[in-house]
């Protein structure tokens, strides 16, 4: 495994300030816990992680100005991508607002929990897309969190705004438990075929079977985006705490780097770090 990790994906929260209302049933109970800054650097810590992104989890305006504060007082945590309301007429204005707050300057990305949007165009509304070109006016990149069927409108939003980076997290929720490569493997390269577009290597293992998973179960899907997007458009997340309902973070990280052991050393050291640093501007 390479040195000087940079994890491109991973969340936080505080139950005490603020619920998490996707933590429902009792498949997530282990996650119904705060997860802070702390906890965080002792799990990445010892995998060797220099650096990090985090990722809002929830539709809040409120969350994205305490995880800029949260970044702002950790050494770890170099980027933030948070939330803001796409489809709002003063989207550029409240972008800039988050810009102009405490740890602004770590605010790199936006996000929208589009998996849950039942549209599955939603991304290419013409209000979103007015929003995602705002995105790209500020400077920063847009992480996609889709279902497999989501893929399609991603890839039409993705070359209506060529302006801006997309980020494909969790290889776009491939179904792994099923064992299915098709049609997610048809969508996910198309949306590679696209130069704006970037993928993470994440997520996997909550996308497979949490009690059986191995890892030559996870390696077409690996095998597939680092043939579509190549390895210098790859970058590594480990979707804590998330993951831990399947791996430790140990176990997500060592997995990553088995999937990617035929890769030389500089495009490893793209996907571990490389790529991260540059889109996310680091």
């Known amino acids: 495994m390479t040195a000087n990790l940079i994890d491109a994906h991973h969340h936080l929260w505080d139950l005490d300030v603020r ?3 996707w933590l429902t049933g009792p498949d997530l109970a282990p996650l119904r816990r705060s997860f802070l800054a702390a906890d965080f650097a002792d799990a990445a810590g010892p995998a060797g992680v ?13 969350e994205t100005p305490e995880l800029l504060a949260t970044a702002e007082d950790s050494p770890l945590i170099l980027g933030v991508v948070g939330w803001t309301d796409l489809t709002a007429p003063d989207a550029a204005d409240r972008l800039a607002r988050l810009r102009a707050g405490r740890g602004g300057d770590r605010l790199v990305g936006i996000r929208h929990q589009v998996q849950g949007e039942p549209d599955p165009d939603w991304l290419t509304r013409p209000d979103v897309l007015r929003g995602l070109a705002a995105v790209a006016a500020a400077g920063l990149v847009y992480d996609l969190v889709v279902t497999a069927g989501q893929l399609p409108a991603a890839t039409r939003a993705a070359a209506a705004v060529p302006d801006l980076r997309f980020v494909l997290d969790h290889l776009g929720k491939p179904p792994i438990a099923s064992g299915q490569l098709e049609p997610w493997a048809c969508a996910v390269r198309d949306l590679a075929a696209l130069p704006n577009t970037v993928c993470k290597l994440s997520g996997m293992v909550t996308e497979a079977d949490w009690h059986h998973w191995t890892p030559a179960g996870l390696r077409p899907y690996a095998d597939t985006v680092l043939d579509a997007f190549g390895p210098d458009r790859v970058m590594f997340g480990s979707d804590w705490p998330v993951c831990t309902l399947a791996a430790s973070y140990d176990e997500v990280v060592a997995t990553a780097g088995e999937l990617t052991a035929a890769l030389t050393e500089a495009e490893r050291r793209s996907l571990f770090a490389g790529t991260a640093a540059d889109v996310y501007g680091l």
């Open 19 to 21: 619920d998490q209302p």
């Open 50 to 62: 220099v650096s990090s992104v985090v990722v809002q989890t929830v539709t809040d305006p409120d």
